[in-house]
């Protein structure tokens, strides 16, 4: 059923054990990559369910290398990244195939597909309660802590976002998309680059307009993924026809008066405890701190999150992106008032 490397070899990690699928195996699996098979459609390509000959339920990403878009680098970092990583809160990566132009990576099947499929869907949100959602809100949390700290690889994942975060058959979550990670070495904490890969609301500042990568860019992203999951709004979509004002903004203005109930999803109902919530907002809105240095680091984060009290937490500033800091630019994103030249390609393919 699958055989080992042959002639094909990933740049820097040659030496991993991922397993490379015949790719007639994977077409017999999706069935020619059905259309009712499919899962995603994406402008990199695409995802579909698969089943194997043993059975085993799969999710097949299947990257075209003639979109452009240097897909064969992102697929060279995701084979690469994925095949080093072991976590619970990570989506598992089985193996991956070349045929022609197509790329492929197989993944484990996880059916309940992504959160964003559940908090900003009216029939669905009701699904996750508050428990749930701070479950889901601290696995997130653990995930990023071992890719940043723990894992063989210094990974930071760049493109952080609901839609990339795939939930088990117990609502576990497990965070995937990571085709646009940045693997850094042992004494590296930071990095710039003029190809900036992102989602308009999720990428931090400081990697939007200049291109700087860090473990903070991650802590950003984690941060505006808090304050969706607690609000269960998208983070443009409180005014869409504003570029200036965003979710975080409009949190912001109504932690600073105090409305912590108008801030919760009201499919969360009258009963949740918002001394939690007011926690959760507080450590998602220092998450979005507009200088990377005043953001936690994810060791911090989860410790905030584990505390039962608002005694000893850091006050947040008003965050990026609140108001007036930037405009955009053919819908990319840039500073104001000197836009950036900086390229910025809006990603929506997400792994399941």
Not at 49 to 70: C, D, F, M, Y
Not at 139 to 146: D, M, P
Request: negative net charge.
């Amino acid at each position: 059923m699958v055989r080992r490397p042959g002639n094909f070899q990933l740049p820097d990690e040659r030496d991993h054990e991922l397993p490379l699928f015949e790719f007639s195996i994977i077409t017999f699996a999706t069935d020619q990559f059905s259309e009712e098979n499919k899962l995603v459609q994406g402008e990199f390509g695409s995802v579909y369910k698969g089943k194997l000959p043993t059975g085993q339920e799969i999710a097949v990403k299947r990257l075209n290398i003639l979109s452009g878009h240097g897909i064969d680098k992102q697929f060279e970092t995701e084979v690469a990244a994925m095949s080093k990583l072991q976590h619970r809160n990570l989506v598992k990566l089985l193996g991956y195939s070349i045929h022609g132009e197509d790329r492929i990576l197989v993944y484990e099947y996880l059916p309940n597909g992504s959160l964003d499929s559940f908090i900003f869907d009216a029939t669905t949100q009701g699904v996750l309660d508050w428990k749930r959602r701070s479950h889901i809100i601290e696995g997130i949390a653990q995930g990023l802590l071992y890719l940043h700290k723990y894992s063989r690889l210094r990974i930071i994942h760049k493109d952080l976002k609901t839609s990339n975060v795939l939930l088990d058959n117990n609502l576990n979550p497990k965070i995937s998309g990571f085709g646009a990670a940045k693997v850094f070495g042992e004494d590296e904490s930071r990095a710039s680059t003029l190809n900036i890969i992102g989602t308009y609301g999720y990428m931090s500042p400081e990697y939007a307009m200049n291109g700087i990568i860090s473990e903070k860019s991650d802590v950003y992203s984690f941060g505006v993924m808090m304050l969706e999951t607690i609000t269960g709004k998208k983070v443009t979509s409180v005014n869409d026809t504003d570029d200036r004002f965003t979710l975080v903004g409009h949190v912001w203005d109504l932690w600073k008066e105090g409305r912590i109930s108008d801030i919760a999803d009201p499919s969360l109902g009258e009963t949740i405890p918002m001394h939690e919530i007011s926690r959760c907002v507080q450590v998602g809105l220092l998450c979005v701190e507009e200088n990377a240095a005043d953001r936690p680091c994810m060791s911090d984060v989860i410790s905030m999150l584990n505390n039962q009290f608002l005694v000893g937490l850091l006050v947040p500033n008003r965050p990026a992106f609140s108001a007036s800091t930037g405009c955009r630019n053919n819908g990319n994103f840039v500073q104001n008032p000197d836009c950036s030249n900086n390229s910025v390609t809006i990603s929506d393919l997400e792994a399941r």
